[in-house]
Protein backbone atom coordinates (compact mmCIF):
# COMPACT_ATOMS: atom_id res chain seq x y z
CA UNK A 1 0.00 0.00 0.00
CA UNK A 2 0.99 3.65 0.08
CA UNK A 3 3.51 4.89 2.45
CA UNK A 4 5.43 8.18 3.79
CA UNK A 5 8.08 7.23 5.55
CA UNK A 6 10.96 9.54 7.51
CA UNK A 7 14.50 8.19 7.35
CA UNK A 8 15.05 8.82 11.19
CA UNK A 9 12.94 8.72 14.24
CA UNK A 10 14.94 11.07 16.14
CA UNK A 11 17.22 14.32 15.48
CA UNK A 12 19.50 16.15 17.84
CA UNK A 13 20.62 19.33 16.51
CA UNK A 14 22.93 22.18 18.33
CA UNK A 15 20.96 25.22 18.89
CA UNK A 16 21.50 28.06 16.13
CA UNK A 17 22.24 25.12 13.86
CA UNK A 18 20.21 24.44 10.67
CA UNK A 19 18.00 21.28 10.95
CA UNK A 20 17.10 19.41 8.18
CA UNK A 21 14.46 16.43 8.30
CA UNK A 22 13.66 14.03 5.47
CA UNK A 23 10.92 12.38 4.15
CA UNK A 24 10.15 9.36 1.70
CA UNK A 25 7.15 8.58 0.01
CA UNK A 26 5.56 5.71 -2.54
CA UNK A 27 3.21 6.82 -4.29
CA UNK A 28 4.35 8.67 -7.47
CA UNK A 29 0.50 9.70 -8.22
CA UNK A 30 0.97 12.21 -5.01
CA UNK A 31 1.25 15.89 -5.43
CA UNK A 32 0.42 17.43 -2.27
CA UNK A 33 2.54 17.90 0.67
CA UNK A 34 2.27 18.91 4.18
CA UNK A 35 4.77 19.14 7.09
CA UNK A 36 3.09 19.43 10.80
CA UNK A 37 4.78 20.57 13.84
CA UNK A 38 3.57 18.59 17.14
CA UNK A 39 4.48 19.37 20.37
CA UNK A 40 3.96 17.16 23.39
CA UNK A 41 0.78 17.17 24.70
CA UNK A 42 -1.08 19.21 21.51
CA UNK A 43 -2.36 18.23 17.98
CA UNK A 44 -0.10 18.44 14.82
CA UNK A 45 0.53 22.31 14.05
CA UNK A 46 0.38 22.89 10.36
CA UNK A 47 4.08 24.33 8.80
CA UNK A 48 4.38 24.41 5.08
CA UNK A 49 3.06 22.79 2.19
CA UNK A 50 3.77 22.05 -1.59
CA UNK A 51 2.39 21.21 -4.40
CA UNK A 52 4.01 18.94 -7.01
CA UNK A 53 4.35 21.61 -9.46
CA UNK A 54 6.95 23.06 -7.64
CA UNK A 55 10.56 21.92 -5.79
CA UNK A 56 11.09 24.36 -3.07
CA UNK A 57 9.13 26.63 -1.05
CA UNK A 58 10.32 28.77 1.62
CA UNK A 59 8.51 29.96 4.60
CA UNK A 60 9.72 32.01 7.76
CA UNK A 61 12.63 30.27 8.76
CA UNK A 62 11.57 26.68 6.79
CA UNK A 63 12.41 25.57 3.20
CA UNK A 64 10.56 22.40 2.24
CA UNK A 65 11.89 20.62 -1.12
CA UNK A 66 10.66 18.30 -3.16
CA UNK A 67 12.14 15.68 -5.51
CA UNK A 68 9.61 13.83 -6.92
CA UNK A 69 12.25 11.80 -9.18
CA UNK A 70 13.00 10.09 -6.14
CA UNK A 71 9.76 10.59 -4.35
CA UNK A 72 11.71 12.75 -1.50
CA UNK A 73 10.93 15.83 0.30
CA UNK A 74 12.67 17.72 3.09
CA UNK A 75 11.95 20.28 5.96
CA UNK A 76 14.85 22.87 6.56
CA UNK A 77 14.63 24.71 9.90
CA UNK A 78 16.97 27.55 9.85
CA UNK A 79 18.95 28.40 13.34
CA UNK A 80 17.26 26.19 15.27
CA UNK A 81 15.61 27.25 18.69
CA UNK A 82 14.69 25.25 21.40
CA UNK A 83 11.26 26.91 20.64
CA UNK A 84 11.26 23.74 17.49
CA UNK A 85 11.46 21.01 20.01
CA UNK A 86 8.68 18.78 18.41
CA UNK A 87 8.08 16.41 16.40
CA UNK A 88 7.87 16.70 12.62
CA UNK A 89 5.26 14.32 10.37
CA UNK A 90 5.18 14.86 6.74
CA UNK A 91 2.24 13.95 4.45
CA UNK A 92 1.02 12.92 0.88
CA UNK A 93 -1.95 13.35 -0.85
CA UNK A 94 -3.12 12.41 -4.29
CA UNK A 95 -5.65 14.69 -6.02
CA UNK A 96 -7.46 17.84 -4.99
CA UNK A 97 -11.13 15.80 -4.79
CA UNK A 98 -12.66 16.43 -1.82
CA UNK A 99 -12.49 12.00 -1.38
CA UNK A 100 -9.03 11.60 -1.41
CA UNK A 101 -7.58 11.37 1.54
CA UNK A 102 -4.16 12.18 3.11
CA UNK A 103 -1.48 9.32 4.33
CA UNK A 104 1.30 10.78 7.53
CA UNK A 105 4.38 9.37 8.12
CA UNK A 106 5.59 8.19 11.58
CA UNK A 107 7.49 11.40 12.70
CA UNK A 108 11.29 12.66 13.66
CA UNK A 109 11.46 13.78 17.15
CA UNK A 110 14.02 16.56 16.98
CA UNK A 111 15.80 17.55 20.63
CA UNK A 112 17.94 20.82 20.41
CA UNK A 113 21.10 21.28 22.57
CA UNK A 114 21.99 24.34 24.38
CA UNK B 1 -12.21 31.85 17.91
CA UNK B 2 -11.46 28.25 19.34
CA UNK B 3 -10.44 26.43 15.99
CA UNK B 4 -11.09 22.60 16.64
CA UNK B 5 -12.55 21.38 20.03
CA UNK B 6 -12.66 18.16 21.24
CA UNK B 7 -14.23 16.60 24.18
CA UNK B 8 -13.12 14.41 26.76
CA UNK B 9 -9.60 15.37 26.95
CA UNK B 10 -9.13 11.68 28.42
CA UNK B 11 -11.01 9.12 28.93
CA UNK B 12 -10.83 5.43 30.85
CA UNK B 13 -13.15 2.47 29.58
CA UNK B 14 -13.66 -0.72 30.23
CA UNK B 15 -13.76 -3.44 26.86
CA UNK B 16 -17.12 -3.41 26.29
CA UNK B 17 -18.16 0.03 27.22
CA UNK B 18 -19.37 2.39 24.89
CA UNK B 19 -18.36 5.90 24.24
CA UNK B 20 -18.60 9.33 21.57
CA UNK B 21 -15.89 11.62 20.83
CA UNK B 22 -17.27 15.04 20.01
CA UNK B 23 -15.12 17.39 17.97
CA UNK B 24 -16.32 21.00 16.90
CA UNK B 25 -15.09 23.29 14.64
CA UNK B 26 -15.88 27.13 14.11
CA UNK B 27 -14.04 28.33 11.29
CA UNK B 28 -17.18 27.03 8.80
CA UNK B 29 -15.18 24.34 7.72
CA UNK B 30 -16.94 21.96 5.06
CA UNK B 31 -14.66 18.59 5.24
CA UNK B 32 -13.79 17.17 9.02
CA UNK B 33 -11.48 14.31 10.01
CA UNK B 34 -11.10 11.67 12.47
CA UNK B 35 -7.47 10.18 13.15
CA UNK B 36 -5.71 8.10 15.69
CA UNK B 37 -2.42 8.27 16.43
CA UNK B 38 -0.59 5.51 18.59
CA UNK B 39 3.14 5.12 19.42
CA UNK B 40 5.86 4.97 16.73
CA UNK B 41 3.06 5.59 14.20
CA UNK B 42 1.89 8.38 12.59
CA UNK B 43 -1.63 9.59 12.06
CA UNK B 44 -3.71 7.32 10.93
CA UNK B 45 -7.15 8.24 9.31
CA UNK B 46 -10.47 6.61 10.64
CA UNK B 47 -13.23 8.43 9.12
CA UNK B 48 -14.04 11.63 6.90
CA UNK B 49 -16.82 13.86 6.36
CA UNK B 50 -16.67 15.99 3.10
CA UNK B 51 -19.43 17.92 3.62
CA UNK B 52 -22.48 18.16 5.80
CA UNK B 53 -24.34 14.78 5.10
CA UNK B 54 -21.70 12.76 3.82
CA UNK B 55 -19.44 10.03 5.82
CA UNK B 56 -16.78 7.87 4.36
CA UNK B 57 -14.25 5.23 5.27
CA UNK B 58 -10.97 5.94 5.94
CA UNK B 59 -7.40 3.53 6.47
CA UNK B 60 -8.35 2.45 10.04
CA UNK B 61 -13.11 2.44 10.20
CA UNK B 62 -13.98 -1.29 11.94
CA UNK B 63 -14.87 -0.59 15.90
CA UNK B 64 -15.89 2.85 15.01
CA UNK B 65 -18.97 5.09 14.04
CA UNK B 66 -19.05 8.51 13.05
CA UNK B 67 -21.79 11.36 12.71
CA UNK B 68 -21.58 14.66 10.88
CA UNK B 69 -24.27 16.10 13.14
CA UNK B 70 -24.31 19.31 11.19
CA UNK B 71 -21.67 21.56 9.55
CA UNK B 72 -19.69 22.68 13.07
CA UNK B 73 -19.92 18.78 14.76
CA UNK B 74 -18.63 15.55 13.73
CA UNK B 75 -18.65 12.78 16.45
CA UNK B 76 -16.73 9.33 16.39
CA UNK B 77 -18.59 6.66 18.67
CA UNK B 78 -17.15 3.29 19.81
CA UNK B 79 -19.97 1.10 20.39
CA UNK B 80 -17.90 -1.79 22.28
CA UNK B 81 -14.27 -0.44 23.12
CA UNK B 82 -11.23 -2.92 22.83
CA UNK B 83 -7.80 -2.28 24.27
CA UNK B 84 -6.76 -2.19 20.81
CA UNK B 85 -8.42 1.02 20.40
CA UNK B 86 -6.33 2.86 23.94
CA UNK B 87 -4.80 5.40 21.35
CA UNK B 88 -5.03 9.40 21.11
CA UNK B 89 -7.75 10.73 19.09
CA UNK B 90 -7.32 13.65 16.62
CA UNK B 91 -10.05 15.18 14.90
CA UNK B 92 -9.10 18.20 12.32
CA UNK B 93 -11.12 20.38 9.79
CA UNK B 94 -10.03 21.36 6.45
CA UNK B 95 -12.09 24.00 4.10
CA UNK B 96 -12.79 21.66 1.45
CA UNK B 97 -10.02 18.87 0.96
CA UNK B 98 -7.31 17.63 2.39
CA UNK B 99 -5.28 19.84 -0.25
CA UNK B 100 -6.08 22.52 1.98
CA UNK B 101 -4.66 23.02 5.66
CA UNK B 102 -6.36 20.30 8.15
CA UNK B 103 -6.82 22.18 11.53
CA UNK B 104 -6.24 20.02 14.55
CA UNK B 105 -8.01 19.50 17.85
CA UNK B 106 -5.54 18.95 21.09
CA UNK B 107 -7.19 15.22 21.02
CA UNK B 108 -8.91 12.96 23.29
CA UNK B 109 -6.42 10.59 25.34
CA UNK B 110 -8.28 7.13 25.58
CA UNK B 111 -7.33 4.29 27.50
CA UNK B 112 -9.34 0.75 27.00
CA UNK B 113 -8.71 -1.51 29.95
Known sequence: GES??????????QEGDNSIINCAYSNSASDYFIWYKQESGKGPQ???DIRSNMDKRQGQRVTVLLNKTVKHLSLQIAATQPGDSAVYFCAASEGYSSASKIIFGSGTRL???P | NAGVTQTPKFQVLKTGQSMTLQ???DMNHNSMYWYRQD???GLRLIYYSASEGTTDKGEVPNGYNVSRLNKREFSLRLESAAPSQTSVYFCASSG???QETQYFGPGTRLLVL
Open chain 1, 46 to 48: FII
Open chain 2, 39 to 41: PGM
Open chain 1, 4 to 13: VGLHLPTLSV
Open chain 2, 23 to 25: CAQ
Open chain 2, 96 to 98: TST
Open chain 1, 111 to 113: SIR
